[in-house]
């Protein structure tokens, strides 16, 4: 199986909706470590990304950093051990 893209079926970013390029930006994106995509008759409506917080971050802290999210702690004997975030974002 060929990967090579031949050039008539290479697209330039003028063929991107600007939704399509949001996704591409957060897909760049090191911090998150997966991504999700809701669609609403048939176009990108929101993303969701996961990233995973140090866990020396303070919740206050994490709460005040974005208006829209979901935040995961797991605790082992005491300690928290891990911090995911999942930030959502709309698509405009």
């Known amino acids: 199986m060929s990967f090579i893209i031949e050039q008539k079926d290479s ?3 003028d063929d991107f909706s600007p939704e399509e390029l949001q996704l591409i930006k957060m897909t760049r994106n090191q911090k998150f470590q997966s ?3 809701v ?4 176009r990108i409506d929101m ?8 866990d020396r971050t303070k919740i206050v802290d994490i709460l005040k950093q974005h208006d829209y999210q979901n935040i ?3 605790q082992s004997d005491g300690r928290i051990v891990l911090i995911n975030r999942t930030v959502k974002t709309k698509v405009k």
């Open 39 to 42: 669609k609403r008759n048939g």
């Open 11 to 13: 697209k330039s970013l």
């Open 35 to 37: 991504l999700r995509i």
């Open 72 to 74: 995961e702690i797991k």
């Open 47 to 54: 993303i969701e990304g996961v990233e995973r917080i140090e």
